[in-house]
């Protein structure tokens, strides 16, 4: 099954998570987007733990790993839970403890903001 | 994923990135293809880490997506576990986005040995069956009248009742004759 990805934008209409993802080193973004690929065509049956549960219901957190543990925060839907997910903001791992602090709430925030305003999200732009 | 094919062989004129990434769908593709053999033959991860020798937690870590750090020594022992035979190859990059493109629950799954080989013997019959006719019908392609319409139909005919064209063809048409 084939999932629609699509990027949270701030109120002013700028996506957040293009400007983390330019800021990544190459290598990670290679490992970055063969995740978002597979998850893209392939959904997450085939690749189950791609994907894992946040202390926030509804917030789940995309395994990459590599040096630095990205965990860039991603809900399903919001606005169709069947055949999308949005990337509501980048994250990183380390020692168990995600930075920025709280990213999955902050990612629950965006969430909501997504629910009430379609706008506020565009469709995902890859950065290689 | 047609667009992904497209896309994938523009990012992969960069050679750093191009590692980068098939290296992960690598330790994917592996830690997918355990699991699909797992579930294709009923077992639970302590069933397949008794049959491998290895413990439950080791065949765990194996099917995690995450998990990059198994050995050839390792996938062997899986393979034979398995009934089933390991191949390690180098491969080319386009050889690796069509994986992807491929790649799905059902294209992982692979039978064992003897099933294998029972399939494959009767594959083998019927493509021995096969050759003689597919030969046939080229040549009744390519030199016969073309009133012909059914080329199945024709190959089970007598030969001569077609029109040779060529004194060459002598040679085949005693081949189909006999």
């Given at each position: 099954?084939?999932?629609?990805?699509?990027d949270y934008?701030?109120?002013?209409?700028?996506?957040?998570?293009?400007?983390?993802?330019?800021?990544?080193?190459?290598?990670?973004?290679?490992?970055?987007?063969?995740?978002?690929?597979?998850l893209?065509?392939?959904?997450f049956?085939?690749?189950p733990?791609?994907?894992?549960?946040?202390?926030?219901?509804?917030?789940?957190?995309?395994?990459?790993?590599?040096k630095?543990?990205?965990?860039?925060?991603?809900?399903?839907?919001?606005?169709?839970?069947e055949?999308?997910f949005?990337?509501l903001?980048?994250?990183?791992?380390?020692?168990?403890?995600?930075?920025?602090?709280?990213?999955?709430?902050i990612?629950?925030?965006?969430?909501k903001?997504?629910?009430?305003?379609?706008?506020?999200?565009?469709?995902?732009?890859?950065i290689? | 994923?047609?667009?992904l094919v497209?896309?994938?062989t523009?990012?992969?004129?960069?050679?750093?990135?191009?590692?980068?990434?098939?290296?992960d769908?690598?330790?994917?593709?592996?830690?997918?293809?355990?699991?699909?053999?797992?579930?294709?033959?009923?077992?639970?991860?302590?069933?397949?880490?008794?049959?491998?020798?290895?413990k439950?937690?080791?065949?765990?870590?194996?099917?995690?997506?995450?998990?990059?750090?198994?050995?050839?020594k390792?996938?062997?022992?899986?393979?034979?576990?398995?009934?089933?035979?390991?191949?390690i190859?180098f491969?080319?990059?386009?050889?690796c986005?069509?994986?992807?493109?491929?790649?799905?629950?059902?294209?992982?799954?692979?039978?064992?040995r003897?099933?294998?080989?029972?399939?494959?013997?009767?594959?083998?019959?019927?493509?021995?069956v096969?050759?003689?006719?597919?030969?046939?019908?080229n040549?009744?392609?390519?030199?016969?009248t073309?009133?012909?319409?059914?080329?199945?139909?024709?190959?089970?005919?007598?030969?001569?009742?077609?029109?040779?064209?060529?004194?060459?063809?002598?040679?085949?048409?005693?081949?189909?004759?006999a």
């Amino acid at each position: 099954m084939k999932y629609a990805l699509f990027d949270y934008v701030t109120n002013k209409g700028i996506n957040d998570f293009k400007i983390w993802t330019e800021k990544l080193q190459k290598i990670q973004r290679a490992k970055l987007n063969i995740r978002l690929d597979m998850l893209e065509n392939k959904g997450f049956d085939l690749f189950p733990q791609i994907l894992t549960g946040t202390d926030t219901a509804g917030i789940q957190k995309l395994r990459v790993p590599g040096k630095v543990q990205l965990r860039p925060m991603v809900c399903k839907g919001p606005i169709n839970i069947e055949n999308e997910f949005t990337l509501l903001i980048g994250a990183i791992e380390k020692q168990d403890k995600l930075q920025p602090k709280k990213a999955d709430q902050i990612a629950d925030k965006r969430r909501k903001d997504v629910i009430t305003d379609e706008k506020r999200r565009t469709k995902h732009e890859r950065i290689s | 994923m047609k667009e992904l094919v497209k896309t994938l062989t523009s990012e992969f004129s960069d050679k750093e990135y191009a590692h980068a990434y098939v290296d992960d769908f690598s330790n994917m593709f592996i830690a997918a293809q355990i699991k699909a053999l797992r579930d294709q033959r009923g077992w639970t991860q302590k069933e397949l880490a008794e049959f491998s020798g290895m413990k439950q937690e080791r065949v765990s870590a194996l099917e995690d997506v995450n998990y990059g750090a198994w050995t050839a020594k390792t996938l062997k022992k899986l393979a034979q576990a398995f009934d089933l035979t390991l191949k390690i190859s180098f491969e080319q990059f386009s050889d690796c986005i069509m994986d992807m493109d491929a790649i799905s629950t059902e294209s992982l799954k692979r039978v064992s040995r003897e099933e294998n080989l029972l399939q494959f013997g009767q594959n083998e019959i019927i493509r021995d069956v096969e050759t003689p006719i597919t030969y046939h019908a080229n040549v009744v392609t390519k030199r016969v009248t073309p009133n012909v319409i059914n080329i199945r139909d024709a190959v089970t005919q007598k030969a001569s009742a077609f029109t040779w064209t060529d004194e060459s063809d002598t040679p085949y048409l005693e081949a189909i004759q006999a």
